[in-house]
């Protein structure tokens, strides 16, 4: 349940989610504009490195409100993407997506996930550290287009 008390659900993104998860990449600013063959390849479970994809649906609106995919290397995951859509934003549609992440990686016995960050995206580091990340470096000049510095944050997963 997000914070609008609309019903969201958490599950794994499926094929058929690719032209949402497209349009909502495509309407933000700063969000990873990946090719579909990139998500394609998180939905594969023979994949190397092995993905988790999740989307939010908001099950009143029939449709993808965000997404996240991260990769799983031993007991350490990376965020590598996280995108809500701006009608479900500061609704609590990122933080549910980040707890049924959470929940879904302490089952794998993965105990560590990681991020970066833009030092400028001022709601992303305030979502994370209210999900228990905390800042653990800094990569200078890290993103370009404009040049950045990276904020590097982790959490671990008791």
Do not use: H
Not at 36 to 63: F, H, I, K, Q
Not at 129 to 140: A, K
Not at 142 to 152: F, G, K, N, Q, W
């Amino acid at each position: 349940m997000s914070s609008t008390g609309a019903a969201v659900r958490v599950r794994k993104m499926q094929a058929a989610d690719l032209d949402r998860v497209m349009e909502i990449a495509g309407s933000l600013n700063g969000a990873p504009q990946w090719p579909v063959s990139a998500y394609l390849r998180a939905l594969d479970a023979e994949a190397v490195p092995r993905r988790v994809a999740l989307v939010a649906e908001d099950l009143e609106a029939g449709a993808v409100a965000g997404f996240l995919v991260a990769s799983v290397v031993a007991a350490e995951a990376e965020l590598e993407t996280i995108a809500v859509a701006a009608e479900g934003q500061r609704r609590g549609v990122g933080r549910l997506l980040l707890a049924e992440l959470a929940n879904a990686l302490r089952m794998e016995q993965v105990n560590e996930i990681i991020l970066e960050v833009r030092r400028s995206n001022l709601a992303a580091l305030t979502l994370y550290r209210s999900c228990g990340l905390v800042e653990t470096g800094l990569r200078p000049r890290y993103y370009a287009d404009p040049v950045e510095d990276a904020v590097l944050m982790g959490r671990r997963l008791g």
